[in-house]
């Protein structure tokens, strides 16, 4: 067994002898929204937006982008579960700003070991084979959060399964504060497709 793995095991253990009332939480989040935002590891939306378990549902994906999977996590959270607001939440400093499609798909296709940066720049340290099937994947990397963050908030806004009646806040949360900024032109979109909710 893995360090990792045994670390994970032994966390477990101690958090479920713990566990308690926690038995008794119900399947639809508590305070009725939910958060789309990055898997960077810096980021903990329990602790930058206040939640306890059962409070809220938290869509994570590289980016915190608004991609078809986590728009289908938001309308099931809505349409199953009950919530009324999502916040689109994406951050400083993100791992999203360091390539582009060619870069990533580059380095996919030369191998498939980790890359690293080098002098500032993207580079395979590993050797191959690789495979070009990342040709075919939007990454979604980004060069402007706070345009990033509209994008996001426009396409949940404007999707047709999401009805108008949906809150859709925009913010970029600080790494190095751990403040939330709001993105203020994401605040007046409305939804244009004169869908009722």
């Not at 963050?149 to 504060?177: C, F, M, Q, S, W």
Request: aromatic letters at 6%; charged letters at 20%.
């Amino acid at each position: 067994m893995s360090n990792i793995l045994e670390e994970v095991l032994n966390a477990n253990r101690n958090y479920a002898s713990t566990f308690g009332d926690k038995a008794k939480l119900a399947m639809p989040p508590a305070r009725k929204f939910a958060i789309l935002t990055c898997m960077d590891a810096r980021l903990d939306p329990a602790k930058f937006a206040g939640l306890a378990e059962g409070d809220a549902h938290v869509v994570r994906n590289a980016g915190g982008r608004a991609t078809d999977d986590a728009i289908r996590s938001l309308v099931i959270s809505y349409k199953l579960l009950g919530t009324r607001e999502w916040f689109v939440i994406h951050h400083t400093n993100c791992g999203m700003e360091t390539f582009t499609n060619e870069t990533i798909r580059g380095l996919l296709a030369n191998s498939l070991e980790p890359s690293s940066i080098v002098s500032g720049a993207w580079k395979d340290t590993g050797k191959g084979p690789g495979s070009r099937a990342g040709e075919f994947i939007e990454w979604l990397p980004i060069t402007d959060q706070s345009q990033s963050v509209l994008a996001d908030v426009e396409r949940i806004k404007t999707h047709p399964l999401v009805p108008a009646n949906i809150a859709v806040h925009g913010y970029i949360y600080d790494v190095a504060t751990g403040r939330l900024n709001e993105v203020k032109q994401a605040k007046p979109l409305t939804s244009g497709s004169g869908r009722s909710g």
